[in-house]
């Protein structure tokens, strides 16, 4: 048989084809055990009731019976093939139109679109169960792709403003109207660096998210990450004339990465410093809450409006798209962060009251449990 003439053989004719071959099998061995075991049986039965089986008239018995077992038979399997096979047709009909929607909409999914849902076909838990589980991934591979275009075009449009310094730069040296001197030197490092970062970054939260990013953690003070964030940061909020405040209260132990860490409160810090006035503050804490120790940045600078707060971890997404970007903000920072937190089995939200309220941001990390003391003989 051919490739097309298998094909030719959907799952609704081989169900019927299979159920009318075991219907035919019954029917084929009810005859053969009517005919040769049924008479047979009767035939004992009439010698034990002292009936000789040479006379006429037990012939003519063992004859009425036997016809009359096989026509009733007969009559009983043909009503019965009927109903099964018509019952068994409108089964597979109805199988047949659930997998065909089925495979409809995984076409539309291969061909990129994501819209169509299964409908519950009401055959079954299984069959229910699928349509669900089609469903929700259809969803969730239209909210990727969703993601996926969005943030192309955001790293399109964020290469193309340091791309095009550069180009500008070297063509105004290439037609004499820039000299090759320091200034030009320093507008092009500064583009192809942001290039790099912004490269850096992009590799950084797709590793962090795919859980392939190397990660080292090991028992170290939650005050000492902090402290140490709070210093690396200190000369940049000096330079802007923004106050920097710690409140390290904690001192438990976490399980994690200093590096990585450091790198989540820096971001946190950077962008703290980035929407906070001059002469306003921000401040650090380190606290112990139950099983986690929370590390909290806090401004009082623009605030974050209800309709952004959701999406503020998402890649590239920006409150305030121009202001972000002269700022200097790649709109990715914030994503890195709270992917390198949920690599170590923490939470990294964000809380505002709104415009004008300044924003909170808190790391969530568990306490490592302290080593027991050494006894000693």
Not at 82 to 99: E, H, K, N
Not at 134 to 148: D, F, P, T
Not at 245 to 269: E, F, M, Y
Not at 357 to 369: D, I, N, P, Q, W
Request: aromatic share 4%; net charge neutral.
């Amino acid at each position: 048989m051919s490739d097309r003439e298998r094909r030719r053989w959907g799952f609704a004719s081989r169900l019927l084809s299979a159920q009318a071959l075991v219907l035919v099998a019954g029917a084929v061995t009810t005859w053969v055990v009517a005919s040769f075991v049924g008479p047979s049986i009767f035939r004992d039965h009439l010698q034990q009731a002292g009936v000789s089986h040479t006379s006429v008239e037990a012939r003519h018995v063992v004859e009425a019976f036997s016809s009359a077992l096989l026509i009733s038979l007969s009559v009983a399997l043909l009503a019965a093939t009927i109903t099964a096979l018509v019952v068994t047709w409108y089964l597979t009909r109805r199988v047949r139109q659930s997998i065909g929607q089925v495979a409809a909409a995984a076409s539309e999914v291969a061909a990129g679109s994501y819209e169509d849902r299964v409908a519950d076909p009401g055959l079954g838990v299984e069959f229910a169960t699928l349509a669900d589980s089609y469903n929700s991934l259809a969803q969730r591979l239209g909210k990727v792709e969703a993601i996926r275009r969005r943030m192309l075009a955001d790293l399109a449009h964020e290469m193309r403003t340091p791309l095009a310094t550069v180009e500008a730069h070297l063509e105004a040296v290439e037609d004499g109207v820039r000299s090759l001197d320091e200034d030009t030197l320093r507008v092009i490092r500064l583009s192809t660096r942001r290039l790099g970062r912004l490269a850096e970054d992009i590799a950084a939260v797709s590793q962090a998210e795919e859980g392939t990013l190397d990660i080292h953690r090991h028992r170290v003070p939650a005050n000492t990450l902090a402290a140490a964030a709070a210093e690396g940061a200190r000369d940049r909020f000096v330079a802007k004339g923004v106050r920097l405040d710690t409140h390290l209260g904690s001192n438990d132990p976490v399980l994690a990465d200093p590096d990585r860490i450091g790198q989540v409160l820096g971001n946190l810090l950077d962008n703290a410093l980035r929407h906070a006035p001059t002469d306003a503050g921000v401040t650090l804490s380190c606290r112990r809450n139950g099983r986690w120790v929370e590390f909290v940045v806090a401004d009082s600078g623009e605030g974050i409006a209800p309709e952004h707060l959701s999406h503020v971890f998402d890649r590239f997404y920006r409150v305030d798209t121009a202001r972000d970007r002269d700022r200097g903000g790649s709109g990715i920072g914030l994503s890195i962060s709270k992917a390198l937190v949920e690599a170590h089995g923490g939470t990294l939200t964000a809380h505002s009251e709104g415009s004008g309220h300044g924003a909170t941001f808190t790391v969530r990390l568990a306490r490592a449990e302290r080593r027991p003391a050494r006894v000693h003989d």
